[in-house]
């Protein structure tokens, strides 16, 4: 079974990158260092996520196996990213905004794999729809890029990702995208395409708010680095880790319901 022997693999190497990566630290973490707690967190509870996906995969249907390791891939990038961002917090307390852009280059466009995967376990798909949901990726992080890293001013910048969001909110509920949903899918495949949706909306929405807190509420930048940091940590926890959980759910309740039969 060369596919159970890979992802033992895949996990293998996630794994033996772990003890190197954390201890890069240079600096002790202050127990009063509210925001470089939540990255120590957060950075842990990736790596369970990641070996956790990993060897669910042996669990469930063929079919499924693809989107969990997306999912343990989504989880193992965000976490080594951690370990960076937190360094940088706890030795400067500044914002480690070019790793965080990187980690959102590669896991957005991985979780859009992990929609596409998810509408193709229903039906055929087009490929332009998944083409263009990373179209609206693109334009969503350059924007937010551009104004966090001060190449552009930070409102206009906000005014660009905002768009980029928005095309990909009318691909999901408007366009190709949310016409494949088909009524013959099983129920709860169905339900993960609707939460997928919120995940979109109401999930990726703490991002931008994130954004608006940390720049455009005219406040000291270093005041509110703190704020901008948690509630990009807290998003990541839901958009990252709860995701991930919800395609776990499906797979392994579509995998029991259709070894029932
Ligand atoms: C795992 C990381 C994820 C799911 C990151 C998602 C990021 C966003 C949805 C960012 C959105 C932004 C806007 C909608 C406006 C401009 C500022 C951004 C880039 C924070």
Do not use: C
Not at 135 to 146: H, K, N, Q, S
Request: aromatic share 14%.
């Amino acid at each position: 079974m060369p596919k159970l022997r890979l992802s033992w693999l895949a996990f293998g190497v996630g794994a033996s990158l772990v003890p190197a990566l954390a201890h890069a630290a240079t600096e002790n973490l202050r127990s009063d260092d509210y925001v470089g707690i939540s990255f120590w967190l957060i950075s842990m509870a990736l790596i369970a996520s990641t070996a956790f996906f990993f060897l669910e995969t042996q669990r469930v249907a063929g079919k499924w196996k693809t989107s969990l390791t997306v999912s343990g891939l989504v989880t193992l990038v965000a976490a080594v990213h951690y370990f960076y961002m937190r360094d940088v917090w706890v030795a400067t307390g500044e914002t480690p905004t070019v790793y965080r852009y990187i980690d959102w280059l590669i896991t957005v466009p991985l979780l859009m794999i992990e929609f596409y995967l998810i509408l193709a376990a229903i039906t055929k798909v087009p490929a332009g729809v998944f083409w263009r949901l990373l179209i609206g990726t693109f334009v969503m992080l350059a924007g937010g890029y551009v104004g966090e890293a001060g190449y552009f001013a930070v409102w206009p910048a906000f005014i660009v990702g905002m768009i980029g969001w928005a095309y990909i909110l009318y691909e999901v509920f408007l366009g190709q995208a949310s016409k494949i949903n088909a009524a013959e899918a099983p129920e709860s495949v169905q339900s993960a395409f609707k939460l997928m949706r919120l995940i979109v909306t109401i999930g990726w929405a703490i991002y931008p708010i994130g954004y608006f807190v940390g720049y455009l509420m005219g406040q000291d930048p270093s005041a509110s680095s703190a704020a901008l940091n948690l509630i990009y940590n807290l998003a990541d926890v839901v958009n990252k880790i709860a995701f991930g959980v919800i395609i776990w759910t499906v797979a392994t309740s579509e995998t029991d319901r259709a070894a029932a039969k």
